[in-house]
């Protein structure tokens, strides 16, 4: 798909790809640059995608406690 | 009135766990609502990055960044000169017992008048800093 650029630098997502990926408007992407010169654009995870995929509260403790011993180890 | 709050690593590395305690959840909807103004000193954010890439990977951090930053529910906060200054010399007080980030947010927690929430048990008394403290058993 060919998009077009306006003079304010904006471009219009198809509709096709809005309804495929249930983009809303007033949504957040991301936009990010590859270091192939490419321009990739990613739909904002939600905070239960996000929770999905975070730590357990377990790990969490464990993370913490480490982080805690590593910063008193290097910094102090 | 809106109340105000600061912030540490911990703190906002458990609002994207699987199974967040009820304590944070209630802080950040609060915060989501209005309720309370969250104040995060731009430099924690590496901490929370750091945590997140140990346990997730570098991609994941990634995520949990791009979403605290278009997000906007926290206020995100460059260091001044004067929280500089104090933040020094609150480590330079403290050296054995703050972190250069507690320091950093201890100092910005007095210069707002925010509750500091922290997952960190060792804090000196200092006059103004006021805390509420996530401690675990382990």
């Known amino acids: ?76 | 009135m809106q109340r105000r709050a600061c912030l540490d690593a911990g703190t906002i590395h458990q609002h994207y766990i699987q199974d967040p305690p009820p304590k944070v959840e209630n802080l950040f909807v609060d915060i989501e609502n209005g309720k309370i103004h969250a104040i995060v000193p731009e430099q924690i954010l590496v901490e929370v990055f750091k945590q997140l890439c140990v346990v997730r990977g570098k991609g994941y951090a990634l995520k949990v960044i791009n979403d605290i930053y278009a997000n906007e529910y926290l206020e995100i906060r460059s260091l001044s000169k004067d929280l500089v200054a104090e933040a020094g010399r609150l480590k330079c007080q403290y050296r054995d017992i703050v972190s250069y980030n507690d320091a950093i947010l201890i100092a910005l927690a007095v210069q707002e008048s925010a509750m500091l929430h922290t997952t960190e048990k060792n804090l000196p008394q200092i006059p103004g800093l006021k805390v509420v403290k996530y401690v675990f058993d382990a």
């Not at chain 1, 936009?31 to 357990?56: C, F, M, Q, Y």
């Open chain 1, 1 to 76: 798909m060919i998009v077009k650029v306006s003079n304010k630098g904006m471009i219009s997502l198809p509709a096709a790809i809005r309804k495929r990926y249930k983009i809303k408007p007033g949504q957040k992407l991301i936009v990010t640059e590859n270091a192939d010169g490419s321009i990739r654009i990613e739909i904002l995870p939600t905070i239960d995608e996000l929770r999905k995929e975070g730590a357990t509260y377990e790990e969490f403790k464990k993370i913490l406690k480490e982080s805690l011993a590593e910063d008193a180890r290097i910094e102090r």
